[in-house]
């Protein structure tokens, strides 16, 4: 093969990776206000006659609603006028996105597939949230497109089409719905008692789609969640999941500041070309500048490296010594994650003493490297699986799914 054939069959892998979504969003006559920003809330306020002078106060009132209260009538809304309830409701709702089915794992992990709005007269859009409660956090794991574009091997979502990306509103009310669904919203407390502690208080952009090719919305939407007079969810405690889309990594850092974890899986190009397809177009070399040069990167603010651990292909002890070297001088951790087995999957787990033994490597050469216990595994909580069985039941085993998430 010559040189020329290698590089255009190089470059029309590169085109299939970034497939693009087959469908777009199409919003509802009456919008909800859910995830909205600021600036989205005072132009929806303009257009239902709020004067510009009053803009502003009225924009944080409702701002409080529905982000520290969590209001979902406008009725709800008692600091704002009869007049403008009413207008609000006969223009907007407070929808959140529907629950379609909701499991709940023997280990307290959550895990949701939700509906959103789809073509005018197609069905409606699926996508998975999963929260996961820990003794010292409760972290949200959410989506930030229907399906996914890049085709990684070992990850289910991969295996569905890309049918569009979430809005930022989309994005936001992933945290607001789960806030419903916990109790975890705001309330009083007794005079110089300690707040209550949040079910919610961390969130991984780690679900469905790739974050950085939804980028507009992602950064609007996790600007939303972290603002600190709302569901006010500490940067620090908001982690970015990447494939590696190198050019949008430091837009990352700059314009959302939150940190960044990054999908490894493999020690050379060769193996993380067939893991990870998208390091066709972005190879290690350059995924690890970027990662160097992230906006922000402190000893305080490192980078994690995610690492699923499959057996006799990433695990040998070579690839954790092979793994050192690649990251050195970059303030990381590695994260390992024994792989969560699905349907039709041709790898397996590496086997547990394999792991710690992977492990010890990484921390002996001064880094962390928790190994993520698995959870959920009774409830299909590869990210992918819900919406895969879900789209295989009957319309009468999907409404007793939804009765029960409604019931629960």
Request: aromatic letters at 6%; proline letters at 5%; charged letters at 25%.
């Amino acid at each position: 093969m010559t040189g020329a054939a290698t590089q255009a069959e190089a470059i029309a892998s590169a085109d299939f990776i970034e497939k693009r979504p087959i469908e777009r969003y199409v919003a509802p006559v009456k919008r909800s206000l859910v995830g909205y920003s600021r600036a989205a809330l005072a132009e929806a306020l303009g257009s239902v006659g709020v004067p510009e002078r009053q803009s502003r106060m009225r924009v944080q009132q409702i701002w409080h609603w529905i982000y520290v209260r969590g209001a979902q009538s406008f009725d709800a809304m008692t600091t704002l006028s009869k007049d403008l309830r009413t207008a609000l409701a006969d223009n907007f709702t407070l929808v959140r996105p529907q629950i379609a089915a909701e499991q709940i794992s023997m280990d307290g992990t959550r895990k949701w597939l939700l509906q959103l709005p789809g073509e005018i007269g197609g069905s409606p859009h699926e996508v998975e949230c999963v929260y996961i409660p820990e003794a010292d956090r409760g972290t949200l794991c959410i989506s930030s497109q229907v399906g996914c574009t890049l085709s990684c091997t070992f990850c289910h979502t991969g295996t569905q089409r890309l049918v569009r990306n979430l809005t930022a509103g989309e994005i936001a009310s992933q945290v607001v719905l789960a806030r419903d669904r916990l109790a975890d919203w705001y309330r009083e407390t007794a005079h110089g008692s300690e707040p209550e502690k949040r079910l919610v208080s961390n969130v991984v952009m780690m679900g469905m789609g790739e974050p950085l090719y939804n980028f507009e919305a992602v950064r609007d939407g996790l600007n939303v969640v972290a603002d600190g007079d709302g569901l006010s969810i500490s940067k620090r405690r908001i982690t970015l999941s990447t494939s590696g889309v190198v050019p949008n990594i430091t837009r990352a850092g700059t314009e959302i500041g939150v940190m960044l974890a990054v999908s490894l899986h493999a020690v050379t190009d060769e193996l993380r070309s067939e893991l990870v397809p998208l390091n066709r177009k972005y190879p290690l070399a350059e995924l690890l500048e970027a990662c160097r040069n992230y906006p922000g990167l402190s000893n305080a603010r490192r980078i994690t490296f995610e690492y699923v651990m499959l057996k006799g292909v990433n695990d040998s002890l070579a690839d954790a010594r092979a793994l050192v070297r690649l990251i050195k001088g970059i303030p990381a951790k590695i994260n390992l994650i024994p792989f969560n087995p699905w349907p039709g999957s041709k790898y397996e787990c590496s086997d547990w003493q394999q792991i710690e033994k992977f492990s010890e490597i990484v921390f002996d050469a001064g880094y962390a490297s928790p190994v993520r216990t698995p959870r959920g595994r009774d409830i299909l909580a590869a990210c992918g699986q819900l919406k895969s069985t879900s789209e295989k039941l009957s319309a009468r085993e999907r409404l007793a799914l939804r009765a029960m998430a409604m019931t629960d």
